[in-house]
């Protein structure tokens, strides 16, 4: 080919056609999904779910006066962060709002603007982990009218909230990576029920030491049992550095792992939303 | 001097178990101040070219570029100077008309001020003005094509790529679309659309190329020869 006669970009009548820096994109895309997203039904859906494990296990369990005794006295404390991590599931509407995008063509419009791919996965997975914080928030409030006093009190609930922001991010970005491999309504949807694995795959209902072997196991190597435990320990028996360590390292662990996995996919297979 | 060149380039979309040749060693080039009309019947591979040269889709083999960027190797910064309108319009439900503009035009990194005055000027443009309040998602099927063609203009790209353009507008809003994008055209912007519909390149194009089957059929001909071999509907269907 022949050299070309345009070097860049024309710059018209004192527009810029430089695109703006990450950190402006990611706030512009992310205030179109958060609006997107707040106007969705799963929102509510999800935030339901979440109030159902806290009200049903109570009400199935609470009254076992061994249980009970796990959680000193209030079983409120013990169940709240089952509820919180099935909240979590609100970080699936990340990867519904993609296909979403997909299917509208909007998408498409997107990849070709001078956006970032980054920019855009932070986007999504950004106001979806925001959305878990705000159902966390409600299923605290809801479990403090019910009767949880957490031990640690507004700081332990803060830190709480932190977890459960830190835990969303990774599973936005999971629930981002089946959207763009899927790019199915329904799949993504029924991806989200990974949650259920989990969180029965820890100390959901009783402490660790009360389960059995194999079940230890599984525990040993699922994320969702040391945030469970560092939620638990803020709620019951106060400040424990140690606890705290370990279920932000698996948070964390949980969102990069999952945030490269989405970063991964999004740049290798979205380049062609080929038809 | 071109401002669109592609040199052999092929692609072909797996489907099931074998592979469905869309385009075929197509070479084509369109000038600065030029617009080319890409004419062809379904699945000739119309939209595959304009997907491609808007980085969407990679060429099996061959290369094109877009003022002199590679679409592959440089795709970024061939999207800061290509606008857009693909055959399906591109956008989200729950944005009301002029804050969409407004999020894009920062997107394109105009400063706030210089993009609410662009998005008046878009939206007079585009006749959006009674709906520049509306959600995407209550406007009727024209608008949404109007407001579509606007994005692709909104940030003055050198390289415009449209796709079907103007399919679902009204007549009237068609020639007022014609008429704005001849006068793109004279101010030295390069275009390049497909389309099924003569009308519209008769009153657009200084080029047609046909494509037939993923190559191109015959280029540089005269829009009255295209009809001399489509017979006198405006309309392609078939060759």
Same mark, same amino acid.
Request: proline fraction near 5%.
């Given at each position: 080919m022949?050299?070309?006669s345009?070097?860049?970009?024309r710059?018209?009548?004192g527009?810029?056609?430089?695109p703006?820096?990450?950190?402006?994109?990611?706030?512009?895309?992310?205030?179109?999904?958060?609006?997107?997203s707040?106007?969705?039904?799963?929102?509510?859906l999800?935030?339901?779910?979440?109030?159902?494990?806290l009200?049903?296990?109570?009400?199935?369990?609470?009254?076992?006066?061994?249980?009970?005794?796990?959680?000193?006295?209030?079983?409120y404390?013990?169940?709240?962060?089952?509820a919180i991590l099935?909240a979590?599931?609100?970080?699936g509407?990340?990867?519904?709002?993609l296909?979403?995008d997909?299917?509208?063509?909007?998408?498409?419009?997107q990849?070709?603007?001078?956006?970032?791919?980054?920019?855009?996965?932070?986007?999504?997975?950004?106001?979806s982990?925001?959305?878990?914080v705000?159902q966390?928030t409600i299923?605290i409030?809801?479990?403090?009218?019910?009767?949880?006093?957490?031990?640690?009190?507004?700081l332990?609930?803060?830190?709480?909230?932190?977890l459960?922001f830190?835990w969303?991010?990774?599973?936005?970005?999971?629930?981002?990576?089946?959207?763009?491999v899927t790019?199915?309504?329904?799949?993504?949807?029924?991806?989200?029920?990974?949650?259920?694995?989990l969180?029965?795959l820890?100390?959901?209902?009783?402490?660790y030491?009360?389960?059995?072997?194999?079940?230890?196991?599984a525990?040993?190597f699922?994320?969702?049992r040391?945030?469970?435990?560092?939620?638990?320990s803020?709620l019951?028996?106060?400040?424990?550095?140690?606890?705290?360590?370990?279920?932000?390292?698996?948070?964390?662990?949980?969102?990069?792992?999952?945030?490269?996995?989405?970063l991964?996919?999004?740049r290798?297979?979205?380049?062609g939303?080929?038809? | 001097?071109?401002a669109i060149?592609?040199?052999?380039?092929?692609?072909?979309?797996?489907?099931?178990?074998?592979?469905?040749?869309?385009l075929s *060693?197509l070479?084509l080039?369109?000038? *600065?101040?030029q617009?080319l009309?890409?004419?062809?019947?379904?699945?000739?591979?119309?939209?595959?070219?304009?997907?491609?040269?808007?980085?969407?889709t990679?060429p099996?083999?061959?290369?094109?570029?877009?003022?002199?960027?590679?679409?592959?190797?440089?795709?970024a910064?061939v999207?800061?100077?290509?606008g857009?309108?693909?055959?399906?319009v591109?956008?989200?439900?729950?944005?009301r008309?002029r804050?969409v503009?407004l999020?894009?035009?920062?997107?394109f990194?105009?400063s706030?001020?210089?993009a609410?005055?662009?998005c008046?000027e878009i939206?007079?443009?585009?006749?959006?003005?009674k709906?520049?309040?509306?959600?995407v998602?209550?406007?009727?099927g024209?608008?949404?094509?109007?407001?579509?063609?606007?994005?692709?203009?909104?940030?003055?790209?050198?390289?415009l790529?449209?796709?079907?353009?103007?399919?679902?507008?009204?007549p009237?809003?068609?020639?007022?679309?014609?008429?704005?994008?001849?006068?793109?055209r004279? *101010?030295g912007?390069?275009?390049?659309?497909?389309?099924?519909n003569?009308d519209?390149a008769e009153q657009?194009?200084?080029?047609?190329?046909?494509?037939?089957?993923g190559?191109?059929?015959?280029?540089?001909?005269p829009v009255?020869?295209?009809r001399?071999?489509w017979g006198s509907?405006?309309v392609l269907?078939?060759p």
């Amino acid at each position: 080919m022949t050299s070309l006669s345009l070097p860049e970009p024309r710059s018209l009548s004192g527009f810029p056609v430089h695109p703006p820096s990450w950190l402006l994109q990611v706030n512009l895309l992310t205030r179109r999904v958060m609006v997107e997203s707040l106007r969705s039904p799963v929102l509510i859906l999800n935030l339901l779910l979440a109030l159902l494990f806290l009200v049903v296990y109570d009400g199935t369990v609470g009254g076992v006066p061994l249980l009970v005794s796990f959680a000193g006295g209030n079983y409120y404390n013990f169940i709240l962060p089952a509820a919180i991590l099935a909240a979590s599931v609100g970080g699936g509407a990340a990867g519904l709002l993609l296909v979403s995008d997909i299917r509208s063509g909007y998408l498409s419009r997107q990849l070709t603007m001078p956006i970032r791919r980054s920019a855009l996965v932070a986007s999504l997975v950004l106001t979806s982990a925001f959305q878990v914080v705000l159902q966390a928030t409600i299923v605290i409030l809801v479990g403090i009218a019910l009767g949880a006093d957490p031990r640690t009190g507004l700081l332990g609930i803060a830190c709480v909230l932190a977890l459960a922001f830190v835990w969303g991010l990774g599973f936005a970005a999971y629930s981002v990576t089946v959207a763009i491999v899927t790019r199915d309504m329904q799949m993504t949807s029924a991806a989200n029920l990974i949650f259920i694995p989990l969180i029965f795959l820890s100390p959901l209902l009783v402490p660790y030491e009360y389960l059995k072997p194999w079940m230890q196991t599984a525990a040993d190597f699922n994320p969702a049992r040391y945030v469970t435990e560092g939620m638990r320990s803020l709620l019951i028996e106060g400040w424990d550095g140690q606890m705290l360590i370990d279920a932000l390292a698996a948070s964390l662990a949980f969102g990069l792992v999952m945030g490269a996995v989405a970063l991964a996919v999004i740049r290798s297979r979205l380049l062609g939303i080929d038809r | 001097m071109a401002a669109i060149e592609i040199d052999r380039i092929s692609k072909a979309y797996a489907r099931g178990p074998g592979v469905v040749p869309a385009l075929s *060693e197509l070479s084509l080039e369109v000038d *600065e101040g030029q617009a080319l009309a890409l004419l062809g019947p379904n699945g000739a591979g119309k939209s595959t070219v304009v997907r491609i040269l808007s980085t969407l889709t990679r060429p099996d083999t061959g290369r094109a570029s877009i003022a002199g960027f590679d679409v592959v190797g440089k795709a970024a910064q061939v999207r800061t100077c290509i606008g857009v309108a693909l055959q399906e319009v591109g956008l989200y439900p729950a944005g009301r008309v002029r804050q969409v503009l407004l999020r894009h035009a920062q997107l394109f990194g105009l400063s706030r001020p210089a993009a609410a005055r662009r998005c008046d000027e878009i939206i007079e443009l585009a006749g959006l003005a009674k709906s520049s309040g509306q959600r995407v998602n209550r406007l009727s099927g024209g608008t949404r094509r109007r407001l579509d063609l606007g994005l692709a203009l909104l940030h003055r790209p050198p390289v415009l790529l449209l796709d079907e353009p103007t399919s679902s507008l009204d007549p009237f809003s068609r020639r007022e679309f014609w008429r704005e994008l001849a006068r793109l055209r004279d *101010e030295g912007t390069c275009i390049l659309f497909a389309s099924q519909n003569i009308d519209e390149a008769e009153q657009l194009a200084d080029r047609v190329a046909v494509l037939v089957d993923g190559a191109v059929w015959r280029s540089d001909i005269p829009v009255a020869a295209v009809r001399d071999v489509w017979g006198s509907d405006d309309v392609l269907v078939a060759p």
